[in-house]
């Protein structure tokens, strides 16, 4: 049966139980901040491939990786590496793409993403974010190094939950709360269906550039989920690290994608990855 446009499916590759799990969505964001968080977990948890998401919506893609073809939009799981006993899961699930979903499809693939969350029976969904800033930098390139730019530890972060238990108990101890502003995208759809349904979605948000990919947001974000969340220990400088290597391997993953889809409707992955 052919499907409409703007439908979604969600395909399960490995059976896993994901009960109590956190869920973290890796859609691109703002300074591609959602991707670079939920690679570097995946990387760095040795998270393994669960499921998959399809819609005809998606870019005609297969990315190559060790002689493996990959879907455009992937699902993993993994366990936190962390012995302590106050730590919200012991499960952790991550949505991943390198390309920015067409606006036509971000509602119904955040609502089947939910939708899919609640049935597994997890226990939060977080939809990590760049918060647009005005601020002048000092970056030029794709070859800054680790010392120039603002420091990690100068990187304001701030919440929003969609219910106030999430509120009171996530976001307003650790963080400066969000109180007025827009969210778009996949995150502020997540948002408001949390809260229509009464299920906890927190945004992290890291201020960040809007015209290149920002690794120390991306950072800023990891080092709440894993204070927050998973807490478990984490050094800031090899984390910065990584996340940078994961920028730049997003972008060389959009380059190749541009140049092969020349030919292709706005829709496919010449497209931006994030806005």
Known sequence: MTMAPDSVRI????????????????FPSVGLVSSIVANYLIDTL?????????SPSFPTVSLVRGGNPQHPVRIYAGHPRSDRANRVADKIVAFVSEFHPPPAIIHPLATSILDWVQEQ??????????????????????????????RLQDVKIYGVASTRRARELYIEPNMSVFAEGVITGIA???????????????????????????????????????????????DAVPLYAEAERIERQLLEIQRRASEKGSGETPAQPASPMYR
């Open 121 to 150: 029976r997890c226990s939060l969904l977080v939809s990590p974010e760049g918060l647009v800033v005005d601020k002048p930098t000092t970056r030029h390139g794709r070859g800054e190094s680790q010392g120039r730019g603002p």
């Open 188 to 234: 502020g759809v997540l948002l408001n269906e949390g809260r229509r349904r009464g299920f906890d979605v927190l945004t992290f948000l890291a201020e960040a550039q809007s015209d290149y990919p920002d690794a120390r947001a991306a950072a800023k974000v990891i080092e709440a989920i894993n204070t927050i969340l998973l807490r478990s220990p984490l």
């Open 46 to 54: 040795e998270m393994e491939q669960i499921g998959i998401v399809e």
């Open 11 to 26: 395909y399960e590759v490995k059976r896993v139980d994901v009960e109590g799990a956190i869920v973290i969505d890796g």
